[in-house]
């Protein structure tokens, strides 16, 4: 009898939801930018862009963070992979306890393969406007963070999930502005870059270009 409910109440743990859902990880991306939040959900359609060579389904969330705010894993682990995803920005992976892997996208990078993190370690810090959170599952199946629990973290308990909320219309206003200055310089530099690749233009010609992408990354 004894056994039986041993084997019950461990599988009655291993089933309970883990703070580290979309809640817990807004939570903890706001100690770091207050007005961060939910911009696009699991699934949300996205189409062609510079990150994406074919429309499809966006499996992950994105929290709307002012360039510069500290990211911050709500998941403890080991940290797996840095990828690289485009210009500045990388992908940083961690694998928690239960073998599920979080990556963490559009950041900079503070750690490295190997490395150990707790809940509210910083991982990196946001490029332009947003952290881009992506899990899968010990398939390799992406998974719903925010609407279903994740089996065998023994964490504390989030209730409920936030949904998508309105930034304050000024704080808003200047994370767009960022966002379009980052992409015109980004867009001029590509066009100085093969001007000079071309020999019609100075390689030093650029590098004002450059300083203006590295202060409006920082």
């Known amino acids: 009898m004894l056994r039986f409910l041993r084997t019950c109440l461990c599988c009655l743990l291993l089933g309970m939801p883990a703070a580290a859902d979309l809640a817990d990880l807004l939570t903890w991306q706001r100690r770091g ?16 862009s510079k990150y994406r060579s074919r429309p499809g389904l966006h499996a992950g969330y994105d929290i709307a963070m002012l360039a510069g705010s500290p990211v911050r ?4 682990g080991t940290v797996v992979a840095v990828t690289p995803w485009y210009g500045a920005e990388v992908g940083v992976t961690v694998r928690l306890s239960n073998g599920y892997e979080a990556t963490f996208g559009h950041i900079t990078a503070l750690r490295r393969p190997g490395e150990s993190v707790g809940r509210g370690d910083i991982l990196g810090h946001v490029v332009v406007d947003h952290v881009d959170v992506k899990m899968r599952d010990v398939r390799g199946a ?17 209730s409920k999930s936030p949904q998508p909320e309105t930034l304050d219309p000024e704080r808003k206003k200047a ?18 870059e093969q001007r000079v690749r071309l020999g019609l233009l100075a390689p030093i010609k650029a590098e004002a270009t450059r300083a203006q992408l590295k202060k409006l990354r920082s």
């Not at 998974?143 to 065998?152: E, H, K, L, V």
């Open 142 to 158: 992406y998974t719903d963070f925010g609407s279903y629990p994740i089996a065998g973290l023994l964490v504390p308990t989030i």
């Open 73 to 76: 894993s709500p998941w403890s």
């Open 33 to 48: 930018d207050s007005g961060a939040y939910v911009s696009s959900g699991f699934h949300d359609w996205r189409s062609v």
């Open 175 to 192: 994370a767009g502005d960022a966002y379009l200055a980052y992409q015109k310089a980004l867009t001029e530099l590509e066009k100085e």
